[in-house]
T-cell receptor
Framework: DAGVTQSPTHLIKTRGQQVTLRCSPK?????VSWYQQALGQGPQFIFQ???????QRGNFPDRFSGHQFPNYSSELNVNALLLGDSALYLC?????????????FGPGTRLLVL | AQSVTQPDIHITVSEGASLELRCNYS??????LFWYVQSPGQGLQLLLK??????LVQGIKGFEAEFKRSQSSFNLRKPSVHWSDAAEYFC????????????FGAGTRLAVHP
């Protein structure tokens, strides 16, 4: 049983560009959450997708957007990249209909903005 | 607002010594509580979780944690540390009324001396 997978593993972009990160959830999971982990900090919640809709959102600007596909995989898009967007982006999946269920994390995508 | 505090940024212990990592949370009711571990360049792995019931929780790799409502704490312990335990440890809370959104502490980096 494959766990949560993310692609790409690493990415280098320049300021002002746009980036798309991808996530495939663990088998049987229908909810995907995205987190940003800046260097030396804990992960911060960006948003969560369930049934192809954004269900909950953290304190991130509209430059951060997402999508969930019918197969439950998800994308995170960031527009107009800033230097401060450099971070490890983590995807987590869980069964969305069970509150408090454990989230399983992928290995992350490390984004560097120059 | 919910928050998590991990007072110790860095901890160094000798191999074979006992370990306690501190975690305090702020939440109006009893939250769901988690400890995750992150090795360099890796995603997050769940060590243990508390939802309700017995306040002493056993996890993987010989770790345990105790929920103390009166102190709003959920400290992680291990009786004998192995060199492979060197990593960063994150405490997180999930709100029962939410949809599995996690709020993380800033983490504690553990170094193990031989």
């Amino acid at each position: 049983d494959a766990g949560v997978t993310q692609s790409p593993t690493h990415l280098i972009k320049t300021r002002g560009q746009q980036v798309t990160l991808r996530c495939s959830p663990k088998s049987g999971h229908d909810t995907v959450s995205w987190y940003q982990q800046a260097l030396g900090q804990g992960p911060q919640f960006i948003f969560q997708y369930y049934e192809e809709e954004e269900r909950q959102r953290g304190n991130f600007p509209d430059r951060f957007s997402g999508h969930q596909f019918p197969n439950y995989s998800s994308e995170l898009n960031v527009n107009a990249l800033l230097l401060g967007d450099s971070a490890l982006y983590l995807c987590a999946s869980s069964p969305g209909h069970i509150k408090g269920e454990t989230q399983y994390f992928g290995p992350g995508t490390r984004l560097l903005v120059l | 607002a919910q928050s998590v505090t991990q007072p110790d940024i860095h901890i160094t212990v000798s191999e074979g010594a006992s370990l306690e990592l501190r975690c305090n949370y702020s939440y109006g009711a009893t939250p769901y509580l988690f400890w995750y571990v992150q090795s360099p360049g890796q995603g997050l792995q769940l060590l243990l979780k508390y939802f309700s019931g017995d306040t002493l929780v056993q996890g993987i790799k010989g770790f345990e944690a105790e929920f103390k409502r009166s102190q709003s704490s959920f400290n992680l312990r291990k009786p004998s540390v192995h060199w492979s335990d060197a990593a960063e440890y994150f405490c997180a809370v999930g709100t029962p009324g939410g949809y599995n959104k996690l709020i993380f502490g800033a983490g504690t980096r553990l170094a193990v001396h031989p």
